[in-house]
């Protein structure tokens, strides 16, 4: 095989000292025979912003390149926004072509929260660029430890290099984003909802007044009148997105603080509100990176269920519905901060008249929700999510999250099913009878089905 020019664009706000650039260092070190170039394009992305002879520079390797390797660690089921506005920048400054027809796979270092949303989210970006997406690699931050994950790495890495030797093709995995959208007109407000004393926020990025969202925006705020109020991220005095410092890990002390206005925002109007809603215009495949640094931000209250009981909602303007893993993310994060997701409302298809009724329908729904202190059950994605936390907080990353060991200490959220000593006694003596062949005919044949549910056709029949 002759050499290879290999890209690798870092997406860890924290350069060269992420966990997921040794495993990058790692191939580079047991596939010595290419060239590897790495920018740190999420540390300074600063400086890829502002001076565009850097940002040039790095579009000219990608263009020189054979292979890219899109290198992140996860933040909030997606990269870091630091990553999502370098790709912004690359469609705004129409340098998709830099990129098309290059070979690209995406690595990631995760305790696998999600990792599956931000490869999706990636694939996508490479359908999008025109670029040949070879697959992902996402090991729990610490394989590298271990020998045959080492192995692993390595066999992805020379499947990487190989196809791009043997000019392999793949499949485009994620169909092309097609706007479906007309220039929202609301009509005549009918009727308000009634929020019952309790105090709306609508969190929006919207940099036009004549855009549709901020057209749908402005008629949410009409349906809660007074109770709502409606502010524009863009004026949040924001330094800069999430570090991935831990420094907030032992008592939720953030680098930022004092620094700019978003702690004290986020502690007395977000964490204030009785109903948020987020509302955001689609940029490539995810909201802005706007959107993305603030959520990011937000992680100075670690792993913890900071919204629990609120009622939440999106309003979205853009091709929400073509992307499957877009609702997942906004499912899980209601589900993992115990709220209430009510729906995800967009200008997708939607005719002025039938958007009145909707966004009407939606405000509805959110106070009635409000009115029963509703909040529907966890799906897989809170329930897999919050015990990945509640198993990685009690063992390795009790420290540095010493914060998170004490909400989760106080608040029950160490709910291992070890802890049933009944149930397991109780399964302990079951699985001893069933070993004699008369009993266990009898349970599995006759008593199984009448057993699982007696005990709720006895609350039912109270």
Known sequence: MKPLKIVVLNGSPKGDLSVTMQYVEYVKKHAPGHEYESFNVSQLINRVEKDRKYFDSIMESVRRADGVIWAFPLYYMLVPAQYKRFIELVFERGAAKAFAGKYAVSLSTSIHFFDHTAHMYLNGICDDLGMEYAGQYSPYMFDLMKAPERERLMGFARGFFESIAGRRSFPRRT????????????????????AGGRRVLILTDETSASSSLARMTER???????????????????????????????DGDCAYAGKDGYIDFFNEKVKGADMLIFCGTIRDRYLSARWKTFIDRSFFNNHQPFLRGKQMGYCVSGPAGQMDYLGEVFEAHAEMMHANLVDVVSDEGADSKALDRILSDFAGRMCAAADAGYVRPRTFL???GTKIFRDEIFSHMRFPFRADHEYYKKHGMYDFPQKK?????IGTAMLLLAKVPRIRREIYRKQIKPGMVAPLKAVVAR
């Open 175 to 194: 169909a092309p984003l097609v706007v479906n959208t007309s220039a929202y007109k609301p009509g005549k407000l009918v009727q308000q909802v009634k």
């Open 220 to 250: 949410i705020k009409a349906l809660f009148g007074d109770a709502a109020e409606k502010f524009n991220i863009n004026d949040l005095e924001m330094k800069g997105a999430c570090l991935g410092c831990i420094r907030c890990g032992y």
């Open 382 to 384: 809170g329930v897999g």
């Open 421 to 425: 000593f009944k149930m397991r006694a």
